[in-house]
């Protein structure tokens, strides 16, 4: 029903920045929230960040997971059908491989593995000197 794209990953320095993009390719009706998850190697896969869809009832509404809050800002642009994840000020903690995830409706109060519909491939993102 949905496809997911996701690219933008990469090494960068401690302090730096990078910009994920994640493209969706919808293929039946209805309306769908764009999430952002990331797993470090032999940790759980965790919820990073969650925006609602242009059509959706509670269109621009947004979540952050406290690691992100105040570092990493979630957008989209409609006319190219992608979401962003720009991502400052990163730590060494953010090195992990991250995914853009689907889920029907509005964003979740809480991001769980449970909601989501489909799944990209993942991006590395490595943050070291």
């Known amino acids: 029903q949905v496809q997911l794209a996701e690219s933008g990953g990469g090494l960068v320095q401690p302090g730096g920045s990078l910009r994920l993009s994640c493209v969706v390719t919808?293929?039946?009706?209805?309306?769908?929230?764009i999430a952002w998850f990331r797993q470090a190697p032999g940790k759980e896969r965790e919820g990073v960040s969650c925006?609602?869809?242009?059509?959706?009832?509670?269109?621009?509404?947004?979540y952050y997971a406290d690691s992100a809050k105040g570092r990493f800002t979630i957008s989209r642009d409609n006319a190219k059908n992608t979401v962003y994840l720009q991502m400052n000020s990163l730590k060494p903690e953010d090195t992990a491989v991250y995914y853009c995830?689907?889920?029907?409706?509005?964003?979740?109060?809480?991001?769980?593995?449970?909601?989501?519909?489909?799944w990209g491939q993942g991006t590395l993102v490595t943050v070291s000197l």
């Open positions: 995830a689907s889920k029907r409706g509005v964003c979740p109060m809480q991001l769980h593995r449970r909601y989501i519909d489909n």
């Open positions: 925006i609602s869809s242009s059509d959706g009832t509670l269109d621009g509404t947004t």
């Open positions: 919808k293929f039946a009706s209805g309306y769908h929230s």
